[in-house]
């Protein structure tokens, strides 16, 4: 499964939904990178280096970075 999926599935939407929830927002879902990983959190909008409770590493990047290709 991808993370953009298991982000999704997490949230309980689509990608659209998801897209119209946060496209505007100044704080948006986003997941852990890490294999194995899908720890999530709210994140800023542009943040592709967040922190991971679970892992302790700057790896949770943002969902809308994630569906958009960065």
């Known amino acids: 499964m991808s ?6 599935d997490a ?10 929830a946060f496209a505007f927002d100044s704080v ?11 720890y999530t ?3 800023e909008p542009d943040q592709d280096r ?3 409770e679970e892992c302790n590493k700057p790896t949770v990047k943002c969902g ?6 960065f």
């Open 3 to 8: 993370k953009v999926q298991s982000l999704l």
């Open 28 to 38: 948006i879902p986003g997941i852990c990178m890490t294999e194995g990983c899908d």
């Open 50 to 52: 967040g922190w991971c």
């Open 64 to 69: 809308l970075m994630l569906m958009i290709g």
């Open 11 to 20: 949230e309980g939407m689509k990608e659209s939904e998801f897209l119209e």
């Open 41 to 43: 959190s709210d994140v």
